[in-house]
């Protein structure tokens, strides 16, 4: 059966030549390489982080660590709230047949709209019983604010499910591109100004508005019309129904230590532990992004038009990707003590524990990612409920050991190691569904403790060079 037309440039390449290719063929392959969802996606995961890294080394020393602990308490209260009430709209948008209908689109964008309307009024009402909670009353004017974000979102266009399911990445990158400089521009400037933690959160919404705007300005044909549909808001609820259940795991499972952490922790230490988590976390979204919007739709299109197939495509299609990130994974945990020593002053010398730990999850990211992608893809949603009731098991018991023994670091590592007890489940669905090679599951890990060898003695050369 000939493949479908999505799944071709990412499953063959000069290298399947047997012939000699001449350099004209070459250059062609490498214009569309460039072009490619994959190149986008590296491009923009790059990009993002560089910026990151600016920000992050430029930030650190016009703001106190206080203001990084009350940005961190800001967006885990923020995630909470979007996790209890996430129906997987992304995935039914790129699964549906009509994701390319009109009218189908206004009534998702218009569910969407209402949603985040709720849940900015649901956080603006919950701001100081939070922070009262939180025992940081100082954070209920932020948290207040903080809940435009929604909205913001909200007003988007649905570009980024339908621009994926249209291969359109690039636009997709321009825009995240665009949002991560504006945030960037606009906190060192208002640092400059303020010197508090008021010029993360406004940068923050900064870079969500622009990222709104723009998302009808580069997508042609995104503006939609608010139209309510009761039949698909209820084909979305027996759609994403195990999605949601799912989410509301996900949230105790990703927020639960920043929220218990926040209230045992004075900010400024808290402080360290955001900024551990967001370097731990850097390579996430290039592992999202390519599951998202590579693998995904490439699963998805399989799994409708010739099942068998997935099967074949399921490793070769993430194998490089998945290699790659290993690797690199690794490499942070390794090259953990040189990172924070090069990026940050002596005041944040406590962070590399901190990064270590939490930078295992990292590594089994991308497989799990890719697994759940692949589940979803056949319809097996049930297994990211499965995956995240392991995680939760895992949390509830081990973590709550580590909080009656008073250990904050022993909590970390609990948080840290919480992937590799979904990647079990995720195996399981992956074996049922016909999928599972323990080989290509293991070479992975290879890669990944060749980074973290490769990050330790680099990371110890480098310290003997700077003394």
Known sequence: MTKPETLGPETSGPESAVLPVPTRGIASRLRGAARGGTASIVGSALTINILRIVSSMTLTRLLSAEAFGVSGIVFSVSMVIQLISDVGLYAFIVRHEKGDDARFLDEIWSLRLLRSAALTIVMAALSWPIAKVLGKPQMAAVLAVWSLNFIIEGLGSLAFATAVRQQKLWGLTAMEVIGAVTQLVVSILLALILH??????????????????ISYTMFPGSRRRFVIDRPRARELWAFSRYIAMSSILTMLIMQSDKLVLARMMPLAVYGFYAIATTLATAPLPLAHTYTNRILFPAYSEAARADPPYLRDLYYSKRRLAALGYMFAAGGLIGGASLLVAVLYDH?????????????????????????????????????????NIARIGWLGTMGIAALLAHQVMLLVAVVGTVEVAAMLVYWEGLRRLRLLNLWQEGLGFAAGAGGLALGAIVSRIGFALIG
């Open 347 to 387: 005041r944040y010398a406590s962070v590399p524990p901190y990064l270590q730990l939490m930078a295992i999850s990292t590594i089994v990211y991308f497989p799990n990612n890719a697994a759940e992608e692949a589940l979803v893809a056949s319809g097996r949603t049930r297994w990211t409920l499965y995956a």
């Open 196 to 213: 508090n933690y008021w010029a993360l959160v406004f940068a923050m919404l900064a870079g969500f508005a622009i990222k709104a705007v």
